[in-house]
Structures are given as structure tokens and as C-alpha cells.
Nanobody, 123 residues
Framework: QVQLVESGGGLVQAGGSLRLSCAASGRTFIGYTYGWFRQAPGKEREFVAAIDLSSSASFADSVKDRFAISRNNVKNTANLQMNSLKPEDTAVYYC?????????????????WGQGTQVTVSS
């Protein structure tokens, strides 16, 4: 059974940092692209960042220069380091994995999804 489990969410003050982790299990994910998406209350889910099998990364403009993404193919994990957090970063953050992701920002390109982890940034 394939599972993606996110961890590391929580409450942080503006300007602070959080590190989200995504643990994948149930199959090998070496060739998969990992993506992070988020959904704020009343808003649609939006792309945050992605990293492909060669560790090439892509970021949404809203998080570029503040967030970093990494992966560990041995441990089947992907991490999202979030720095200089802003109240508008508050959302549920989801990890996703896809084996044929042509457009990182399109959520329908990803095969597997985690349950999400809440990130709340207070002003």
C-alpha cells in the first residue's frame, strides 16, 4: 500500500521557519517527482515546490528565495524547508508524488497524495 505521510507542521510566528517532511512507502520512488502543494481556507489548492529525480527544483513565485526543497532517494523522503514565513503562508500543506510529471504545478499530474499537515503563521 502506497502512503505519503507529512510531518513537521505547526504554529510559528512571522519570520520564523519550519521544516516539513514527507515519508513515502509502499513502492520505490526513485524515479518520481515530489511536489508540495498547499490549500488555505476558502482557496484552491496551489503549487508550492517540486523536485524531480535529478533533484532539479521548481518553486512558486510566492515562495521563491524563502523555501527550499530536497529529497533523499535512499530514505524515500522529501523535505520542504520554509524560512521567513509570512501569515499568508498559512495553509494545509500536502506532499505528492508522480511518475510522469510534465508540469510541476498541475496537481492532476501527481499519482499519490498525503493527508496534509497544518502550517499556521501568526503575525
Amino acid at each position: 500500500q502506497v502512503q505519503l505521510v507529512e510531518s513537521g507542521g505547526g504554529l510559528v510566528q512571522a519570520g520564523g521557519s519550519l521544516r516539513l517532511s514527507c515519508a513515502a512507502s509502499g513502492r520505490t520512488f526513485i524515479g518520481y517527482t515530489y511536489g508540495w502543494f498547499r490549500q488555505a481556507p476558502g482557496k484552491e489548492r496551489e503549487f508550492v515546490a517540486a523536485i524531480d529525480l535529478s533533484s532539479s527544483a521548481s518553486f512558486a513565485d510566492s515562495v521563491k528565495d524563502r523555501f527550499a526543497i530536497s529529497r533523499n532517494n535512499v530514505k524515500n523522503t522529501a523535505n520542504l524547508q520554509m524560512n521567513s514565513l509570512k501569515p499568508e503562508d498559512t495553509a494545509v500543506y500536502y506532499c505528492a508524488a508522480g511518475d510522469d510529471v510534465r508540469d510541476y504545478a498541475l496537481d492532476q499530474n501527481y499519482n499519490y497524495w498525503g493527508q496534509g499537515t497544518q502550517v499556521t503563521v501568526s503575525s
